[in-house]
């Protein structure tokens, strides 16, 4: 299968439940690399299926399908990519190039300049060759555990 065999389109609330799913074997697996399981203990501490209502709701976040079957999703705000996430399973197959475009398009509704996002250590170099510049390194904080990012850019204009 190809990435034109993805399709994007609006998360729903009956989504959540594979979201939760999907998002937490993406961070277990495709992190492992670079996080300790103390990390992404933390990391994924007091998820629940109901934490993605509320992006679902404000139409910030969506689903990437590839034969019916989520394979991940993506969440974006004004000038923000929020999240980037594939099933390990259909890791390195275009997933999450479509997925960042689409978010990228998303961050860029109200303007024509810099995107941003935090990315994890794994992550960095995906996002490099899609084009964003590392800025700084930085710590998020997730359930009182220090996790560390990368801060990228990417100026569309």
Known sequence: MSSSDIVIRPARPEDAPRLHELHTASVRVLCSSHYSAQIIE???LNRTPGGYLDPIERGALFIA???GRVVGFGEAADRTVIAVYVDPADARQGVGTAILRHAVRMARREHNGTVRLEATLNARDFYERAGFREVKRSMVKRNHVDVPVVVMEY???
Do not use: K
């Open 42 to 44: 933390a990391w994924l």
């Open 65 to 67: 399908e590839r034969g």
């Open 155 to 157: 100026d569309v204009g």
